[in-house]
């Protein structure tokens, strides 16, 4: 049994608090149960020296957890000296999957840095973090819009993210931190509101899943990211 | 005239919210006006290397800032490589201020971290992660003594900051951001619930500033601890 | 059309060239076309200090590109003080994979480390790399036998990786790096040669893909999983 | 009793050796007791980048202690690849002192940096580096004016620094190592020679100190810059 | 006795594998014995900073070995932030050696880096490097020559390298690694097919050598120079 | 013409301060001409951990400039978070050279650092820091014998060095700074009072150098050890 009563195929109750950080263009505090991550999205005018001159845009993430949001204190990052191999991981995952969804010609020769800093972690933080990516992304080109400086949306796909597993031989969604410490195998999905696949990955930790798993864990997926994508709009709308 | 017709010798609205960061031994969200740090505090039974086997405890802070806590974005310090010498000034000062708070041979051989991450920053972040930061602190020994590892409290004094301006001639207490951009002298007072004093940071930026002007700022910083300090004794009785 | 008059889902010319690194406990330099890796295994008994005295060993993958394995010279990673975000994610990809087909238990106390130094880039250098380091790995668990200091083959199962994509709307098996460049989707998988999932990271790098590509894909790297076995197979034997 | 018979409010031996460093535009090699510094002042015809076209200088301060200055070895810092906390705190307060004595607009687009090599320490460092520092920059303006680089001089103020702290209850004025080790409380000040507050860091290691104590110490500080200005103008003048 | 009955006066059998990294615009990979070093040429057309506009142009080397190069693994450079001081005092004699056969003001402003990756190592890698670094050098010049970039040949000097030692009282030519582990001298040797002398490095480990012995490893170290230079011609023919 | 008249074989003035560093064990501040470095041993009482048990001590020297001790200011290496490669060779060379001179079994378990800091720089530090070390040394020894800690001295042999080059094609004793930058060779010898060969380390930057003229700085190079030998030996004395 899953705790709280879950269902294997259930999301954790699910939150979005819009313009959370009042001073970013865009911003969304997220939760997934009690996995909240902040994502704020910061407009820059420029682009990276190699996109210098194409007419082009540019998003992408940058992700931290706060020294507490977890159960023991984690160190903090800065004082290894670098993001660590897991963090760069889930930032490059975050920005893939924004640029993604984004035509990059018509957002114009701009930048936009999606901040997703986890206040408290339980399992899922990079799936919740691109979910309410996207929220603080449109909440920022709304603002655009609402300037001039931008005439049409150049966000062209909506985008959410879900984690899934196999814990002891059950495929279950949305995985907490319990679930996931002991899951046979940890997948993330990120796919679009009408089916579209952005980005797998799975992995089996120690020993390989047959084709069959791989397919319930797929449709699990499908079924977690359309429940995302309604509380989504709904968020944009009030 | 200040801000929202705050008068020279008036804190900006106080809010102390207790326990949100739940995994920690203590925390508290402090909003010094549109400040806002979460200040959390995590025991470690264990101590660092050069004081071990003396049956003597430690406390330090760690302070950062979310990276759009500013009102333009602000890099993250693990892009440089290192925490910047702004921040380790901070971090000491937050270190110090509590220890000088503690009996640290009543704490025992054990280590409280006390992690101070600014959400928004409007001026005074050092002064609010101090005041806030003696909070989660009481918490977290208040969590220590119900689960019977401490018998008496370690904490002997009572311990809040605030920052105090000269700007355009006038003294000034608690400056926000756009006032400490433009202050003559800027100084932070750390003091205890009695009239101690604990730790004084007068600047005079650009001119020196007179004796008198010492005084002024250091009797404002005066009404101002006692002020916070009838604060922080109502969040820690809810 | 491929270079080469190459099908969509022909592999490239494959050549495994057994004990290449004479130092090493076991090695391979793996060829897949003009993509050419030396995967050296090392064997160290001892493991990380956070599996120490549980009986189990640990088999981990490290991965570099000679400055001038690339068309143009890549400056090398030591000069900006730590490997880049990529190099840390195949790191991690590689032992991920070899500790799927690994029973740890079987391993004893000692830890192997499989480095995978590409002396030449085109394309598919994390995929080559796993399926050579498969092979080293076997090599070296081969002269642990023979030594005398195990008893069993602790390697459970045989792994293979080869990238496929979407290119010009056409599923292709083992990209080289012109079409890599240019794919839509861009996907790597690590499979078992009994049909086993290891692991699957696919990316649409521009826009999304459909869930028919992805089972064409997927299908793809079956087919090209199952001639690599082969081949590791042969290598193996001669 | 204090080391050699020294009163309360007395400041140890003074020296100012004037150009100790012939390469430099200014120098001072300044000795409070057996604690050394070598002043050296660099004028660099630029500013930083974000000072760039506004017609003012800058002005700034590094500090280092060679391993070999205190009673057992230090390790270098550049071992450990960064400057500590420390050592960056006093950077800053060097500058920060040093410009508050400098019309900025009166230096031109120019940059001087005063480097404090610290040969021998005893105790007080950081003001002995602070007024030394200031007989370095006033060479350095001389140096300028020679040359007909400068017509005006722009070091508006006379700035002296020095340590007060309480031993054993009692407030004593310039403390050497070993008092500094076991004080209650350990001040800085940096004044002017007319009596101008520049900077005030008062630090109360153990327990706060009374309002009273504070009074005693900062009227011995006082005491103490006006006689290091009076030797600084001797030194000057021969 | 040294291994495979050597005279003390014999170079190891000597190998030069031209082009063996397809994609550099020269390469060598050399053989001394078991000591093999790939060493590819890059020409970039730009100069360090220091050096534009000046009409001149700049030859550098970089040094590295493969992790299982050597008997026992050795860690990557990167994992510890940077190379170590052997390493950059190999990378300055490379480059130091192959200026010094070079006309830079013929060789246009461009820059030449020839990366010398040592795939395994059995003493004398750094020799080899240069003596391997040079012919890539050559190539790399023949390269720009065809391509109509460069009319005149820039090198000229041909150069090669080798080491020297004193082992057991005996003077020896071009030891492996088990001679230079318990060397009493060991001298490195950087000459021209002229008898030029571009560098001497000798380094007496244990106790001083004598004058005599200095003067027999430097005529050992003519005579491997020699026959290297000899060795080189045929391999820049062929 | 040399400045002031120097002939070609000339030393500059030499200058032995001893016990410059009251704080170290042994000290020397040693001028050749305007070249001034500080040369300090420390005693610690063990040895690096790959040494521990043997019975064998260690001897190591680290190398600094001051900012200032040139003519224009140079940046301080902690900011770029790693010493040079210049500083580097530097140390591993003043630490091989002390090494050679002492029977490291006769010294037991301990540990002796030698920093050398260049407070002036005219050419020739690295040669004027052995020479000085070598006087720290030896002082550190006489303090380890009156203390009882050592009954017989474990320096072996007296060692020193001198630059030496060519400059206009002729060969010159001692380069300053200006004779330096020019040099078409510039070597350094550290040689034993005996006549011993310990490090020789001679670069011809530009075109090689002939034998004859490698012999020529060879004698002179003699010649000045000789000299400083002597200079040493009344040091010592005073």
Same mark, same amino acid.
């Not at 449109?138 to 984690?163: F, I, N």
């Given at each position: 049994m899953r705790s709280k009563g879950r269902q294997p195929d259930a999301l954790r109750p699910l939150r979005f608090e819009m313009d959370w950080a009042p001073y970013a263009e865009g911003s969304c505090l997220v939760s997934f *149960?009690?996995?909240?991550? %902040?994502?704020?999205? #910061?407009v820059e005018e420029n682009v990276p020296p190699w996109l210098r001159g194409q007419g082009r845009g540019w998003v992408t993430g940058e992700y931290s957890m706060l020294p507490r949001a977890t159960h023991a204190r984690t160190r903090r990052e800065v004082q290894s000296g670098k993001p660590s191999g897991r963090t760069q991981e889930i930032q490059r995952l975050i920005g893939r999957s924004l640029r993604a969804a984004v035509d990059l010609k018509a957002l114009g020769e701009r930048r936009i840095v999606i901040d997703c800093d986890v206040l408290q972690a339980d399992g899922g933080t990079r799936t919740a973090s691109i979910t309410g990516a996207w929220l603080a992304l449109?909440? @920022?080109? !709304?603002? %655009?819009? =609402?300037?001039?400086?931008? =005439?049409?949306?150049?966000?062209?796909?909506?985008? @959410?993210?879900? #984690?899934v597993g196999?814990? *002891? *031989?059950?495929?279950?969604?949305?995985l907490e931190y319990e679930e996931?410490?002991?899951? =046979?195998?940890?997948?993330?999905?990120?796919?679009? #509101?009408? *089916?579209?696949?952005?980005?797998?990955? @799975?992995? !089996?930790e120690n020993h390989p899943m047959t084709p069959d798993q791989f397919d319930q864990i797929f449709t699990l997926a499908r079924k977690g990211v359309s429940e995302l994508c309604i509380a989504q709009l709904q968020a944009l709308k009030s």
């Open positions: *149960g009690d996995t909240r991550v %902040l994502c704020a999205a #910061s449109k909440a @920022a080109v !709304a603002y %655009l819009m =609402e300037e001039g400086l931008l =005439e049409t949306d150049p966000v062209v796909a909506q985008v @959410a993210a879900v #984690s196999v814990v *002891g *031989g059950q495929a279950r969604l949305d996931d410490r002991i899951a =046979e195998t940890d997948a993330n999905f990120v796919l679009t #509101s009408t *089916g579209g696949v952005i980005e797998v990955q @799975a992995t !089996a």
